[in-house]
């Protein structure tokens, strides 16, 4: 019997209110004050997160706003921004991350293009660069940083990522001195601003 795929855009969509919070990992289950004030701060100004259901039970995720309400510091004329996308690997190799790339595609409409960032270097399985290329974006900027307080002799790059959508799209920029910062909307990103380590800059260039 042939498994039945759904693709939900879970904000705003009722019973599907846990997976505003729940990402596909199993330390992000539980709702955190810093999730919960970027909700309130990004669904009004347009924040989707469509996630995959393969018979009920979700396996992949892809998360994005118009630039304004996205979590990198990037800037550009009529841009969506890609927080993340997550794709479990028991999952792997049906292209479930194509197709929420397609979907997004789709929800963006005549947008100039997304942005986003991919990792080179990092330790983390997510967002690797090689990834980011597969689907469909491509690097058009970088920065060379590593943690202050963890495993500091790991130099890794940031990539600004682009996915242009129209021929004439003007490419995003990335203000790289904010980027130091780190995000503080996901506990499980790999650039994950941890409170616990007293530092308003967790990152520097290296």
Not at 63 to 74: L, N, T, W
Not at 85 to 112: F, N, P, Q, S
Request: net charge neutral; with cysteine; glycine share 8%.
């Amino acid at each position: 019997m042939n498994p039945t795929t759904r693709i939900v855009q879970v904000i705003g969509t009722p019973g599907y209110e846990e997976y505003h919070h729940r990402c596909l990992t199993a330390m992000t289950g539980r709702r955190y004050r810093k999730r919960t004030r970027y909700l309130e701060e990004a669904i009004p100004r347009g924040l989707r997160r469509d996630m995959i259901f393969v018979d009920g039970d979700a396996v992949g995720m892809i998360e994005y706003a118009p630039v304004e309400a996205s979590v990198y510091p990037v800037t550009g004329p009529d841009i969506w921004g890609m927080n993340c996308i997550w794709v479990l690997r028991r999952a792997a190799g049906h292209r479930y991350g194509t197709a929420l790339i397609d979907r997004m595609r789709e929800t963006v409409g005549d947008a100039g293009g997304v942005a986003t960032i991919a990792l080179e270097g990092h330790y983390s399985p997510w967002l690797r660069l090689p990834q980011m290329e597969h689907l469909g974006f491509r690097s058009i900027d970088s920065k060379r940083m590593r943690h202050k307080a963890k495993q500091r002799d790991i130099c890794f790059k940031v990539h600004l990522m682009w996915m242009p959508l129209r021929p004439e799209s003007e490419p995003p920029e990335m203000d790289w001195e904010r980027m130091l910062q780190g995000v503080d909307f996901c506990i499980a990103h790999p650039l994950y601003r941890a409170e616990s380590l007293g530092l308003d800059e967790p990152f520097e260039p290296c």
